[in-house]
């Protein structure tokens, strides 16, 4: 299983190479995008870590799917679908810089997203996990199918929201993440 190339009507989705690391680290270590990330706002080695992980454990296991998301040829996002333990199944998993944020790109990732979770991985249902506070993302996520299922308290005692979308009967794909 290799990663493959997407591509929607504005952006390419595409495998990290390793001369992404800078775009990535800078990514991450924007507080306004790594806030919502896993356990938050890390360091710039812990960044760095991560980025050599993806091809050190991720991709060299065939884990699970990780993208670069650019637009114009510029790095302006970060995507994943992956094994969750919030529910059976898996997860989508995106980040957009705030340069790019309310132009509609963040609807058309996770669109993307869901489509080859239900196209290409066969997937049943589709989750997403999301900050109680990250209205954007839930307001997202809610226009384009996924329902709210329930939340979790996290050891921290803040709440995140466990999310699912699921394929419909009639052509495998719900309407909205088309």
């Known amino acids: 299983m290799t990663t493959p190339i997407l591509r929607t009507a504005r952006l390419q989705l595409s495998p ?37 992980r993806i091809f050190t454990k991720v991709y060299a296991r065939e884990l699970f799917d990780v993208w670069a998301v650019r637009r114009d040829g510029l790095l302006v996002g970060h995507a994943e679908i992956k094994p969750t333990d919030a529910a059976p199944g898996q997860e989508i998993v995106y980040a957009l810089a705030p340069a790019v944020w309310g132009s509609g790109l963040g609807t058309e990732l996770a669109r993307a997203l869901v489509a080859y ?35 979790i308290t996290e050891d921290d005692g803040s709440t995140t929201r466990l ?16």
């Open 117 to 151: 979770g239900f196209e290409v991985l066969g997937l049943a249902e589709v989750h997403a996990t999301v900050a109680a506070e990250n209205g954007a993302s839930l307001a997202l996520l809610e226009r384009i199918g996924f329902a709210h299922v329930r939340d």
């Open 16 to 52: 990290y190479v390793p001369g992404n690391e800078e775009d990535f680290v800078a990514l991450f270590q924007d507080t306004r995008v790594s806030r919502w990330m896993g356990g938050g706002p890390a360091s710039e080695q812990e960044d760095r870590a991560l980025f050599g």
């Open 163 to 178: 999310l699912t979308v699921r394929r419909t009967a009639a052509d495998g794909v719900p309407p909205a993440a088309r």
